[in-house]
């Protein structure tokens, strides 16, 4: 499925995050958990990538019954700090422009429960978003940045990103990574701005 396949644009929409059992409650794995909120939407499982980099669903999102937007929606399988190579080998097969490139991840600076939607700036520390930019040579993707707060007390960022959730959290979760796949959603059918307007909390 590529642009010169179809004749319509294809969307990248890629989780971050870090493969493996161990990470998977992780704060900086809530990526791998919209991608995964995003494929059951589109009723398909994730595979192997040809690239053997990423596993991917290709489909299309949006309201049942309407043919929406083509997307490939990948989890690269690297450790976030290597996830560049993977998207940028995806847009170089799917011939995926950046302004169609969307990153879903965590982020520090934005309170738990609460998501920004936006194109380009900078990667505020964070290293899947270092080395997408290092790998596409520009960070004007969009992104959805979903809060997780900063670590409470003196505890360090590292050890507070790759730390699971709280109890209290977990409550929440669901309920913010179910809004992250609908900003993905709207962001794809209606645009940034109209999807801004409604998401931005």
Do not use: C
Request: charged share 25%; aromatic share 6%.
């Amino acid at each position: 499925m590529t642009t010169a396949d179809t004749g319509t644009p294809v969307w990248l929409v890629v989780g971050l995050g870090n493969p493996g059992p161990s990470y998977a409650g992780h704060r900086h794995n809530v990526g791998y958990l919209v991608a995964d909120e995003l494929a059951r939407r589109m009723g398909a499982s994730f595979r192997s990538h040809k690239s053997g980099r990423a596993e991917v669903v290709e489909g299309r999102l949006g309201a049942p019954g309407s043919p929406g937007p083509r997307v490939v929606l990948a989890r690269p399988r690297g450790y976030m700090n290597e996830s560049g190579g993977s998207v940028k080998a995806l847009a170089t097969f799917y011939k995926v422009p950046p302004e169609r490139i969307l990153a879903i991840h965590d982020e520090l600076d934005l309170p738990f429960d609460t998501m920004r939607v936006k194109l380009g700036g900078g990667d505020n520390g964070h290293n899947g978003l270092k080395s997408m930019r290092s790998s596409l040579g520009t960070g004007d993707f969009h992104r959805v940045r979903i809060g997780i707060g900063r670590p409470p007390g003196r505890q360090d960022v590292a050890d507070f990103v790759l730390s699971n959730y709280s109890s209290t959290e977990r409550k929440t979760l669901p309920f913010q990574v179910d809004k992250a796949a609908d900003a993905v959603e709207s962001l794809i059918v209606d645009g940034l701005e109209r999807t801004q307007q409604s998401f931005n909390s």
